[in-house]
């Protein structure tokens, strides 16, 4: 008798789960019919040609199979983006709204999540989920210690590298110290974009958790109270090292892209970049020659994850969804990978990938300027996002 309950309760289960599966897909179906003959408009950074021509390849794609429109809106800063679609909600427009879908991270996925502005949660319920380990990749569900709550889904991966000639710099600076006595001996090779560049910022945020005896600070909500004491350190470095960056620090940089020329013409010998990939995608265009290679800081560089999002007033929601959850897949993040291509590192897991997909990630040929995740290190974890605001005004107010 026991064991004909016991049979019955796992054919109850079997039963149970089919039912779900079935439903499962069949609600992706319905998902995939809305989606057919929608156009999705994308608001996503437009300051990179390999962006760019990654989702004009995309958009193709998308089209064939699906049906869908892919528009790209390209923009320089999202969170003009994220202030758009507040100033709509404030104004009542809370269906047919301008931005599809978004690419996003840090601050501005807080604020969008924090205001209410996010469609979902819907991450997790997408086919393509199923490649996602957050225990490998923790962050793939926190966004700069903010938990995702399946209200945005990883696109892909990034990490704080450093450019260097090794025609002129063979050895180049370990820390952010070494980097300032490099700086000292040879004044104008090096610079960063000015912040609020993403870039800019960055190395704003590593350069004081190189340098503060209170990195878990960092990690906190930035306080009034202390914020002067907390990055004391980061401001008399900068005070040291301006004096010896290109153009004697009197100008700088808008972006990372622009100082891809600077190295070419050996203007700087040593920059910086968020993609590990860039500098091989670079060279292989011709851009650089092939002389540059990438490092990072013994004691690790800030890495992250950057995320696809869909705002609450979408009109293309269906569609919106197709396309995030096609972007996800292993063959668009295997091209994406491509230093030839884009070189964005992937967010799939290869132990939830299949034999044939796992080995055509591992063979992927990394360009010569490009480090292997193990050179690359154990990330150092992004401040909380209120760090980035507070950090770029008083920049502001000291340098500009």
């Not at 999202?78 to 404030?90: G, H, N, P, Y």
């Amino acid at each position: 008798m026991p064991l004909q309950k016991s049979l019955k309760k796992l054919i109850t289960c079997a039963c149970l789960l089919a039912v779900s599966a079935f439903s499962y897909a069949n609600s992706w179906q319905e998902t995939l019919q809305e989606a057919r003959g929608q156009t999705v408009y994308m608001n996503a950074w437009g300051g990179s040609e390999s962006v760019n021509d990654y989702l004009f390849w995309a958009s193709h794609q998308l089209k064939d199979r699906y049906g869908i429109i892919l528009r790209h809106v390209k923009v320089d800063n999202i969170s003009t983006v994220v202030s758009r679609i507040l100033a709509e909600k404030t104004a009542g427009r809370d269906t047919n709204g301008s931005v599809d879908l978004v690419w996003i991270n840090g601050e501005n996925f807080r604020a969008m999540k924090s205001n209410n502005l996010l469609f979902g949660p819907f991450a997790n319920d997408l086919p393509n989920w199923r490649f996602i380990d957050p225990q490998d990749k923790p962050t793939t569900v926190m966004d700069f210690g903010e938990p995702t709550d399946g209200l945005e889904a990883p696109w892909g991966m990034a990490q704080l590298v450093f450019i260097n000639d090794t025609e002129t710099v063979p050895n180049p600076p370990d820390s952010v110290q070494e980097l300032l006595a490099f700086s000292q001996k040879n004044p104008g090779l090096f610079t960063y974009p000015a912040p609020p560049d993403f870039i800019g910022t960055t190395f704003l945020k590593q350069a004081l958790s190189e340098l503060t005896p209170h990195p878990e600070r960092l990690l906190q909500p930035v306080s009034e109270e202390d914020f002067d004491q907390v990055t004391q350190p980061l401001w008399n470095y900068l005070d040291k090292l301006h004096p010896n960056l290109w153009r004697s620090g009197r100008t700088f940089p808008t972006s990372a892209t622009t100082m891809i020329p600077l190295l070419d013409d050996g203007e700087l010998a040593i920059s910086l970049t968020f993609n590990p990939n860039e500098v091989s995608a670079a060279i292989n265009k011709g851009q650089l020659p092939d002389t540059m290679r990438t490092y990072v800081h013994s004691n690790g560089t800030i890495g992250n994850t950057h995320f696809l999002a869909i705002p609450y007033n979408s009109s293309a929601k269906a569609a919106a969804e197709v396309v995030i959850n096609f972007l996800m897949s292993p063959e668009a993040q295997l091209h994406k990978a491509d230093p030839k291509v884009w070189g964005d590192p992937t967010v799939l897991s290869t132990g939830k990938l299949d034999t044939a997909q796992a080995k055509a990630f591992q063979n992927q040929k990394l360009g010569i300027a490009t480090l292997h995740p193990e050179e690359l290190g154990t990330p150092r974890p992004e401040p909380d996002p209120s760090w980035v605001d507070a950090l770029e005004k008083a920049w502001l107010q000291r340098y500009r």
